[in-house]
């Protein structure tokens, strides 16, 4: 392959997983209809996905590759399906709608997983750096509203000690927003570890410092225990740092917790500024009762769809148990949870590799995939869907697996030359 053609492949999945994106993003915007919003997000994913593979060979072979590599995910279409066809059979809490909407699911998450995820890969995280950008601009907006100068999407409570009120941006929700500023943050601190331009690397840190404010006034408690796990584990797999710095800040972490986190968590600040008095605002009602609904129909669920019903009967209210592996083990029972949970442990295990030429990448995938995993055990937003947050869990999983690309000697030198190009 010419290094014209190299540049133009490039060009091609920078465009497509972009288009995607942004479809995606339109799902969380405030004033959107749902239904509009899924639509534009599903259609910018299929067109994304037909652009790649219509223009380039390359990315036909490797989703065939990959498609061949990955029998865990036909594992657990196949679950999900056979799963959702008997319910269908039963005419137990299902219909020919959910079959039908089953099926879509599974369409998208295989484009997302097996086109959009290598073309990323491909793509050498421009897509990554496009997504950071817009979403600093909505943290800007954020930042504007908390500050008085524009109204958009401010609460009118203020966020404790801090005295700003809180807001959601351009989003329906502060906890969508969260989720978006914190994605924003993680790819901005990659941006700027490989970055060498002092210029290109002012523009990440200012990037880093916006979407560091749109989080914190989000004022979501997830979105804050997300980007602190996330901030862990950047740090500890930081190869400038030296191990035994990394032993020694850790053993004097456990020796110091006992003697200062009691305190923290007891300080009137503390209790304040998170609102410990509320609790996990309704989660503590919601998980045990989902996990009632799964203990109900362990093997074969509720069916697809089913969440709102069975929340809304044994709850009386809310439509969802803001658990995303919950949610996913009412509807299809542990059978489809233990094949989906496995879909996304093998999707990382390549991140796990020592090979040094993937390292930047391997660390921002393990990052982002470890924000998603702790933000959507507060938020449900399953991989392979629509939303916004369910296109990027499922992207991502999908670039870290393309990663095993590296194993075929036929592919790996032309995969290699496509990152270093």
Request: hydrophobic content about 50%; some cysteine; glycine content about 8%.
């Amino acid at each position: 392959m010419s290094m014209k053609s190299y540049y133009k492949t490039k060009n091609v999945a920078t465009i497509g997983v972009s288009l995607a994106m942004l479809g995606a993003l339109v799902t969380y915007i405030n004033g959107v209809p749902k239904l509009l919003g899924y639509v534009i997000s599903a259609s910018a994913i299929v067109f994304g996905s037909f652009l790649l593979v219509s223009t380039g060979t390359l990315f036909t072979t490797f989703a065939w590759r990959l498609l061949k590599a990955s029998p865990w995910f036909w594992l657990w279409a196949f679950v999900v399906l056979t799963i959702q066809y008997v319910h269908f059979l039963l005419g137990d809490a299902a219909d020919l709608e959910a079959l039908i909407r089953t099926l879509g699911y599974i369409f998208i998450f295989t484009l997302s997983y097996f086109v959009l995820g290598p073309a990323i890969f491909v793509a050498r995280g421009r897509p990554w750096d496009f997504l950071t950008l817009i979403i600093s601009c909505t943290s800007v907006i954020a930042v504007l509203g908390s500050l008085g100068i524009t109204s958009v999407g401010v609460y009118r409570s203020r966020i404790p000690i801090i005295g700003l009120p809180f807001t959601k941006s351009i989003f329906m929700d502060a906890n969508y927003f969260a989720v978006i500023a914190s994605v924003g943050l993680v790819s901005a601190i990659h941006g700027y570890s490989i970055s060498r331009e002092k210029s290109t690397r002012f523009i990440y840190a200012l990037g880093c410092l916006l979407n560091l404010l749109g989080v914190l006034l989000s004022y979501s408690r997830a979105g804050y225990l997300a980007v602190l796990g996330a901030a862990l584990l950047w740090f500890f797999t930081s190869r400038r740092i030296a191990r035994s710095w990394k032993i020694g800040l850790l053993a004097i972490g456990i020796i110091t917790a006992p003697l200062y986190v009691n305190s923290l968590l007891n300080s009137q600040a503390f209790q304040e500024f998170f609102q410990v008095q509320q609790g996990l605002t309704g989660r503590e009602i919601l998980w045990p009762s989902a996990l009632q609904a799964i203990a109900e129909r362990p093997v074969l669920g509720w069916g697809i769809g089913s969440v709102d019903d069975v929340i809304i009967a044994k709850v009386g209210r809310w439509t969802s148990s803001h658990n995303t592996y919950l949610d996913f083990g009412i509807m299809t029972g542990m059978l489809g949870l233990a094949a989906f949970l496995w879909v996304i442990i093998a999707s990382i295990w390549p991140l796990l590799s020592r090979e040094r030429s993937t390292y930047s990448q391997r660390r921002f995938l393990l990052t982002v995939l470890f924000l998603f995993f702790i933000l959507s055990n507060f938020i449900t937003f399953t991989p392979g869907g629509a939303s916004f947050a369910s296109f990027l869990y499922a992207l991502a999983l999908g670039e870290a697996n393309s990663l095993r690309l590296l194993r075929y000697s036929g592919l790996k030198e032309e995969t290699l030359l496509l990152q270093e190009t």
